[in-house]
């Protein structure tokens, strides 16, 4: 069953559509040419596309008129049918690379893993009754600790750590310049982003724990973007939310690269809109607004 709370009160999850599959296919050189065909991915699939932490995927594909084959990923060289299974610990793309005297056929498939752990029976409802069970199986946290719920599930970062949230009762709402005074000193940012390691769920749990305990009120926030091009299916991110007394609602996104840099940006979140952020303290040579990620989908989860 899926949930939707009121616009603001939401969080993140992945979920590309079954088998979303991504083709590209380069030009050719030598227009006009008469060159042989290139090679026909005939199908390139990930079942299923959307696992939880610790399953299995098979890939399975069916590729004609090629010389060879290659699945990226440490796979390698296929034969031109076939399926195998794999263990994507993240969100992971499967690139398979068709080649012939004809040119090169690409073709992509993504795979989602749910940044969750179940540790309950999925309920057919997911009640007050049903999550009181889950926290009966999970660790104690002190009394202002909380972990973050969602459909029966509870959230973990990349390293499968419990995320938890720890909340200052004194904490208050901040004002615009105050808040930009506390990231530009907060670190959050500076640590680098490290796949399987430390990600987006990470820099938000971060964030939320370094701000309340500087007396400042926030929330984490999880989403679900459309991403830009045409790459089928959603994928999932989060971030911090701080009610300001003169700006409202702020949307803070401290991701960092994976070197490590000065990362706080304020972001654009409202359903049906591109997800833009903008760099709060830029350095030079840096961007001061970026990409959009995509169009936000939902808000899972806002948490305070």
Known sequence: MRIRLPIVFLSLLLALSAGACLEVQPAQPGAGQDLPPRPEVVSFKAQPSRIERGSTVTLQWDVRGADSIVIDNGIGTVSSRGSMQVRPESMNSYNLTATSAGGETVSTVMVNVLPFIKVASPAATYTDESKEILIGRLPALGSNESYVFFNGAVMVGADNSLIVLRNNPSARNPDWAELKEFLKKDQTDAHAYVPNKYTCGDFAQ???????????????????????????????????????????????????????????????????????????????????????????????????
Request: aromatic share 10%.
């Open 206 to 304: 971060a964030l939320h724990n370094n701000a309340e305990a500087a007396g400042i009120r926030a929330a984490l926030v999880a989403i679900e973007l459309q991403p830009p091009g045409p790459v089928q299916g959603v994928m999932n991110h989060s971030l911090n939310a701080f009610e300001t007394t003169d700006k409202g609602t702020v949307y803070i996104d401290d991701t960092s690269s994976s070197q490590g840099y000065y990362a706080d940006k304020i972001v654009n979140v409202a359903i049906a809109s591109d997800y833009t952020a903008q760099s709060i303290f830029p350095q030079p040579g840096q961007m001061i607004v970026w990409p959009s990620m995509g169009k936000v989908e939902s808000i899972d989860i806002f948490q305070w």
